[in-house]
């Protein structure tokens, strides 16, 4: 079995509104299906799977205020290990911040890193200790 747990909207957030569920007992979910709404007061968010299953029960009902984070709000079977959903936004006061984090998301992922430059050296051919940030600052000026 896996819970599903009040996720964390905000750093400060302690406890939000369970608005809407969109599955109900007996669906089969995977990671990345949209469960359920919640509500805080400054947001609505949408609270992803994190595993796959069969929805075994719904702990707390839609409608529900005053909902801890990290408290069960339903449980899984099927699923591997027991984690907090991961929060998607549904409306923000800042159109563009969705769009944004749509377009992080996008980003191709790097397969190979970076070949390691030769640390710099002086002229009697001393390694200069520093920082990658500082060597990187080095090289553009």
């Keep these: 079995m896996t819970d599903i747990l009040m996720p964390a909207l905000s750093p ?3 406890e939000g ?11 089969t979910v995977s990671a990345g299906d949209v469960i359920a709404e919640i509500e805080t007061d400054k947001a609505t968010m949408e609270v992803e799977a994190v595993d796959e299953g069969v929805v075994e029960e719904i ?17 899984l ?3 591997t290990e027991t984690a907090g959903p991961e ?5 923000k006061a800042a159109p563009e911040a969705p769009a944004k984090a749509e377009a992080k998301s996008e980003a191709p992922a790097k397969s190979e890193p970076a070949p ?3 640390p710099p050296k002086t002229k009697d051919g001393e390694r200069i200790f520093a920082s990658p940030l500082a060597q990187i600052g080095r090289a553009h000026v």
């Design 77 to 79: 079977s099927g699923g």
């Design 87 to 91: 929060p998607k936004p549904v409306e």
């Design 116 to 118: 390691a430059k030769a």
């Design 17 to 27: 509104t369970l608005a809407k569920w969109l599955v109900k007992k007996g669906d």
């Design 12 to 14: 400060t957030m302690e």
């Design 59 to 75: 702990l707390v009902e839609a409608g529900t205020e005053g909902v801890k984070v990290n408290a069960p709000i339903a449980r």
